[in-house]
């Protein structure tokens, strides 16, 4: 595969991923069918979803250009070839840095005054959250946020080119598990997954606006005391 179409299937994953963030959003906002798994009982406000809607549109174009630019430009330090233990070695390599830098990042948002009240408060608009709203936050946040991912790849580049395969893998992972915990449901499968950050972990953050700062994994928060 070239540059081009590298770039091209990379903008084309993330458009399914958000697309299935998008149908999960309308099962859970207008359907009775996850209802017995939902967190918070309280109704999502009327019309939440279309006025939302432009900064969703807005912070995904930043993301599908960032990351089909990003693929374009890193072709050369691609490596193309499928090998299972590079591939699962550097996904989870990239999960922990990138879970990392976000407990940190995210911890500041909150603890900085200026930064919470003018950037991070958006996101917490979202005190009910639904899939989607994983999209609803300052582009200035939204951009900073996928600092952690690169550090992540650019340290795996002082030892070996980046498996592409890895990369599409992580990309898919972490915008799925995104879309998950911001849906207000636990769900039986996912639950049960060790060390994983659950929808409630994440949930009793937007509703409390403080603690569980970490994303993907619950770690962080337990090492530093900041779960609840």
């Not at 081009?4 to 994953?13: E, P, Q």
């Not at 922990?96 to 408060?121: A, G, P």
């Not at 879309?179 to 039986?188: A, G, R, T």
Request: charged residues 15%; aromatic residues 18%.
């Amino acid at each position: 595969m070239n540059a081009s179409t590298i770039a091209w299937y990379t903008v084309l994953l993330l458009v399914g991923t958000n697309l299935i963030g998008l149908l999960y959003s309308m099962l859970v906002l207008y359907t009775d069918l996850f209802r017995k798994f939902t967190i918070q009982k309280k109704q999502y406000v009327k019309g939440v979803f279309a006025k939302r809607m432009p900064l969703y549109l807005f912070n995904i174009t930043l993301l599908l250009a960032i990351s089909g630019l990003g693929a374009y430009f890193g072709f050369g330090f691609l490596e193309q070839k499928i090998s299972v233990g590079i591939i699962v070695f550097q996904v989870v390599f990239a999960f922990v840095i990138d879970d990392i830098f976000f407990y940190f990042y995210h911890r500041w948002l909150h603890e900085n005054k200026f930064m919470l009240k003018n950037i991070h408060s958006i996101h917490h608009k979202a005190t009910k959250p639904f899939p989607l709203e994983y999209l609803y936050a300052h582009p200035f946040e939204w951009l900073m946020g996928m600092i952690g991912a690169f550090l992540g790849f650019a340290l795996i580049l002082i030892f070996m080119p980046v498996n592409l395969y890895a990369f599409w893998i992580f990309g898919a992972i972490r915008n799925l598990h995104e879309i998950h915990i911001h849906s207000d449901l636990e769900l039986p499968i996912s639950s049960k997954i060790p060390l994983l950050s659950k929808t409630k972990h994440h949930d009793d953050h937007h509703a409390k606006l403080n603690g569980n700062y970490a994303s993907t994994f619950v770690w962080m928060d337990r090492i530093f005391k900041t779960n609840f």
